[in-house]
């Protein structure tokens, strides 16, 4: 199939940025006495928001999850990306050939929100392929794994989304590409386990970045 146009992922397929963050929700949670490994945190909650998880996170910690909360865990959050932050290996390449083979219609799809995605793309110098084409799961009426994020970029676009590439890394985005109706590649960092994103719905599972690319 030809794409006419790639919808990016950012956490863990742009930016690294996954286990900092679950690495703050951790010690967060371990202040209010759920204690669990950093392994554990990032199987529980990457590719899910925060707020989704609601009802676990009061049931482990016994307190309520409160909009205090989360703005101080953003706050940890944002500061510990902002010195720890990098882009994954080979990206910056990766981006610049899609952004040329499809003539510009490349888009980030995030479920997360957008001053996370826009501070960490111009930490590590992707902004520009992306600006004004950023689309945060927390500005739709649902996030993943329901499909309104990419259906909203490929809308942008004014692509179908049959005709569009999704580049995901977890099985809950991979979900909300499928539902979206476009192919989804998956992006699997060695030690990452292939079959779970094979059974979500990935066409294709890759594990280098330098693959990445269009004939």
Request: glycine share 6%.
């Amino acid at each position: 199939m030809t794409f006419q146009a790639i919808l990016f992922d950012c956490d863990g397929v742009l930016v690294d940025s996954e286990a900092i963050t679950c690495g703050v929700l951790r010690d967060m949670f371990e202040e209010q006495g759920w204690r669990m490994t950093l392994a554990e945190c990032m199987q529980r909650f990457v590719g899910h928001t925060v707020k989704s998880q609601r009802v676990t996170i009061e049931a482990h910690t016994g307190q309520p999850l409160t909009d205090e909360w989360l703005q101080a865990f953003f706050e940890r959050r944002n500061v510990r990306l902002q010195e720890s932050i990098t882009a994954i290996a080979g990206v910056h390449e990766a981006v610049a050939h899609l952004h040329e083979h499809c003539q510009g219609r490349i888009a980030v799809a995030s479920g997360a929100d957008r001053f996370k995605v826009e501070m960490m793309l111009k930490h590590v110098g992707l902004h520009s392929f992306f600006e004004g084409r950023i689309f945060s799961g927390h500005e739709m009426p649902r996030s993943k794994p329901h499909p309104d994020v990419y259906l909203a970029a490929a809308a942008h676009l004014q692509v179908d989304p049959a005709h569009c590439l999704v580049v995901e890394d977890t099985t809950v985005g991979i979900t909300a590409g499928v539902a979206a109706g476009a192919t989804v590649w998956a992006y699997a960092a060695p030690p990452a386990a292939h079959e779970p994103l094979l059974q979500a719905g990935a066409a294709r599972v890759f594990t280098d970045m330098q693959s990445l690319r269009l004939s």
